[in-house]
């Protein structure tokens, strides 16, 4: 029990030097020369030792004795309060701090460490935030992946449970458990093994969908025509195009020079050869921007000052009659096509790379996969003019898919 009152040591600091305990190792010290201060006796391996805590004149009666346990912790833990490592004894306790130093320390080397961060918050802290990282249960984490799979969200199921599953090992790596509840599951206790998309828009399917998007410019707009018709023709990914600042573009001398850092796992950046209609509708994407610094600018008041991620599915989505939210839906205008994504978009330029004669290779490197190690060693030709061709043949091939005579839409238009 304490034996010291607030009162005892104010008189004490006063007095001739002495050592006062206040039980539990702690002890309030008036030494010969200088200030009065805490100290804490402890032994380690047998033997004493002895940690001053601070001075009195700047830590309380009730501080000291919370510093006093914070050290008691570490000796709990295996560390001396002395040692050089003693501070790196983390205070983590619940789930959320946990997943706070994940983020800090793992998940930022990602090139997209929100999308991560976004399914916690919205799939797991509220479940599980506030808990003892050490009292979660395999039943807790079988409760929220079923949770998420009943919503019909199969894929994100799968995620979260990567991701408690990555969250459990850091844990472990930290000292925080010895246990990994949600190593027990696998993906068919969750969403279920996933499929790889097999969509693609064939030759039939093109023009009607694209003259659907220029039929309806009311929920359709005419960026994002113009936004389909160059991922189209590109082969590009969808936060390549509608992240991408104009300073990336050379409109001059037809090239867009994607850096690194912004092509997906940050494999490789790539000059894209940009053929003849692809420059036009730049050109009146620049005029539709009103001097923005971005090619697809924010349309509302947002964080990021370009076009959301989920911007042209939501739209394509509008299209095929499903609603947002709570919205009551709108009526279908895809008729009998089959529901697709924006990243299908990306899946119909390969697949129409060898009808237009050329080869995979050249369709690889266009989209910027990753290619094999020994290639990427020594095969230093970036296929430039190759990949212009293929572009332009791309165009001329789809033109009269994209622009036909329904195309009554005024391109350079301000916003």
């Known amino acids: 029990m304490p034996n010291l009152t607030v009162k005892q040591v104010n008189i004490l600091a006063k007095g001739n030097p002495n050592k006062t305990s206040d039980g539990n190792g702690l002890s309030f010290v008036v030494p010969n020369r200088g200030e009065p201060y805490w100290s804490l006796r402890y032994s380690v391996n047998g033997k004493r030792r002895e940690k001053s805590l601070g001075k009195a004149r700047q830590i309380t009666l009730a501080e000291a004795r919370g510093l006093a346990e914070e050290e008691r912790t570490k000796l709990r833990e295996g560390l001396d309060p002395l040692s050089k490592f003693a501070g790196s004894v983390l205070n983590i306790r619940s789930m959320d701090e946990l997943f706070n130093d994940y983020y800090q320390n793992k998940l930022l080397r990602l090139v997209h460490p929100n999308i991560p961060k976004r399914k916690y918050q919205n799939d797991i802290s509220p479940y599980i935030g506030n808990m003892d990282v050490s009292n979660i249960t395999p039943i807790h984490v079988r409760n929220i992946i079923r949770s998420i799979a009943e919503s019909e969200r199969p894929s994100v199921s799968n995620d979260v ?93 037809a090239v867009w020079h994607l850096p690194k850092n912004r092509t997906k796992k940050k494999y490789k950046g790539i000059d894209i050869p940009l053929p003849p209609i692809a420059l036009e509708w730049l050109q009146e994407l620049k005029v539709r921007g009103a001097g923005s610094d971005y090619v697809f600018p924010a349309r509302r008041r947002s964080k990021k000052p370009y076009m959301g991620s989920d911007t042209l599915n939501r739209a394509i989505d509008g299209l095929f009659g499903i609603a947002q939210g709570k919205k009551i839906p709108p009526p279908n205008r895809m008729d ?80």
Not at 214 to 221: D, G, M
Not at 234 to 243: S, T, Y
Not at 342 to 366: A, I, M, N, Q, Y
Request: charged fraction near 25%.
């Open 161 to 253: 449970l990567d991701l408690l599953n990555n969250l459990f090992k850091h844990a472990t790596q930290l000292g925080l458990t010895l246990n990994n509840p949600a190593s027990v599951f696998s993906y068919m206790d969750a969403g279920g093994q996933e499929k790889p998309r097999t969509r693609y828009l064939t030759l039939e399917e093109i023009k009607p969908i694209y003259e659907i998007f220029r039929q309806h410019p009311e929920s359709f707009t005419r960026d994002n025509y113009l936004a389909c018709c160059l991922l189209l023709v590109l082969g590009v990914r969808k936060n390549e195009l509608l992240q991408a600042p104009w300073a990336e573009f050379d409109l001059t001398n």
């Open 336 to 415: 009998n096509i089959e529901h697709f994504t924006v990243h299908d978009l990306r899946r119909t330029f390969r697949s129409l790379v060898p009808k237009l004669g050329f080869s995979s290779e050249l369709g690889e490197r266009c989209l910027n996969h990753k290619i094999s190690r020994l290639d990427d060693t020594y095969n230093k030709y970036d296929y430039f003019k190759e990949r212009l061709e293929l572009h332009s043949k791309m165009c001329e091939f789809l033109q009269g898919h994209l622009q036909g005579p329904a195309d009554s839409t005024p391109k350079c238009t301000t916003r």
